[in-house]
T-cell receptor, first 116, second 112 residues
Framework: KAGVTQTPRYLIKTRGQQVTLSCSPISGHRSVSWYQQTPGQGLQFLFEYFSETQRNKGNFPGRFSGRQFSNSRSEMNVSTLELGDSALYLC???????????????FGPGTRLTVL | GDSVTQMEGPVTLSEEAFLTINCTYTATGYPSLFWYVQYPGEGLQLLLKATKADDKGSNKGFEATYRKETTSFHLEKGSVQVSDSAVYFCALSARGGNKLVFGAGTILRVKS
C-alpha cells in the first residue's frame, strides 16, 4: 500500500505571497491532519479533517486554512506569507479519526517551505 | 493543556550501549502514547505505541511501558546501532480527535 504523499517537496516563496500544499492519504484513510515543524517551536498541530469537515484546529492565525475533498485528499493554504512561516509542513493520515485517540497517524515526507 | 516533556539531547552513545530516553506527560483523561522517529530529511515514522496503562509497546528492539502512576513512557533499547541515529519524539493523543501533542524531540547519535 502506498504511503502518504505530499507535493511539492520543496517550495520557495516571498513574503506576502500565498501557497497551497497538497496531501494524499493512505488509501482507505479518512482522516488527515497537518503539522508544522520548526527548530524553535518544534512540532505543532495545525488542523484535522475528517469526511471533508474540520474537526480540530490548533492555535494558528486565520492565514492558515485547509480543506479536504471527497476522496480524502487534503490541501492547506497559507495566505500573506511571513518569514516565520518557513517550516517543514507534515501531513498525516489515519484510518478513522475523530473520537478514537488510539488511531495511529502515518506521516508523509513533508513539504519544506522557505519564505524569503 | 496537554503536554509532553522529553529529556534534552543530544544523547551520544557507543554502538551496543543501552539506551533510555525519558518522557513524561500531562493530560486529562487517558491518552494514547507514541514514540515516533525522524531520520534526516524524512517525515516521522511510528516506532511504537501504547493505548492504556501498563501496556508495553515494542518494535525493532525498542520498548516503552505506559506508566499511569508516574505519567511516563520512557523509551529503551538494550543495544543500539549506528543506524538508530535519528531524532526521537514522544507524543500523546488525547480523547476527542486526532491531535498529537509532541515533545521537543531527542537527538540520538550512535558512534561505531
Amino acid at each position: 500500500k502506498a504511503g502518504v504523499t505530499q507535493t511539492p517537496r520543496y517550495l520557495i516563496k516571498t513574503r506576502g505571497q500565498q501557497v497551497t500544499l497538497s496531501c494524499s492519504p493512505i488509501s482507505g484513510h479518512r482522516s488527515v491532519s497537518w503539522y508544522q515543524q520548526t527548530p524553535g517551536q518544534g512540532l505543532q498541530f495545525l488542523f484535522e479533517y475528517f469526511s471533508e469537515t474540520q474537526r480540530n484546529k490548533g492555535n494558528f492565525p486565520g492565514r492558515f486554512s485547509g480543506r479536504q475533498f471527497s476522496n480524502s485528499r487534503s490541501e492547506m493554504n497559507v495566505s500573506t506569507l511571513e518569514l516565520g512561516d518557513s517550516a517543514l509542513y507534515l501531513c498525516a493520515s489515519s484510518p478513522r479519526g475523530g473520537a478514537d485517540s488510539t488511531d495511529t497517524q502515518y506521516f508523509g515526507p513533508g513539504t519544506r517551505l522557505t519564505v524569503l | 493543556g496537554d503536554s509532553v516533556t522529553q529529556m534534552e539531547g543530544p544523547v551520544t552513545l557507543s554502538e551496543e550501549a543501552f539506551l533510555t530516553i525519558n518522557c513524561t506527560y500531562t493530560a486529562t483523561g487517558y491518552p494514547s502514547l507514541f514514540w515516533y522517529v525522524q531520520y534526516p530529511g524524512e517525515g516521522l515514522q511510528l516506532l511504537l505505541k501504547a493505548t492504556k496503562a501498563d501496556d508495553k509497546g515494542s518494535n525493532k528492539g525498542f520498548e516503552a511501558t505506559y506508566r499511569k502512576e508516574t505519567t511516563s513512557f520512557h523509551l529503551e533499547k538494550g543495544s543500539v546501532q549506528v543506524s538508530d541515529s535519528a531524532v526521537y519524539f514522544c507524543a500523546l493523543s488525547a480523547r476527542g480527535g486526532n491531535k498529537l501533542v509532541f515533545g521537543a524531540g531527542t537527538i540520538l547519535r550512535v558512534k561505531s
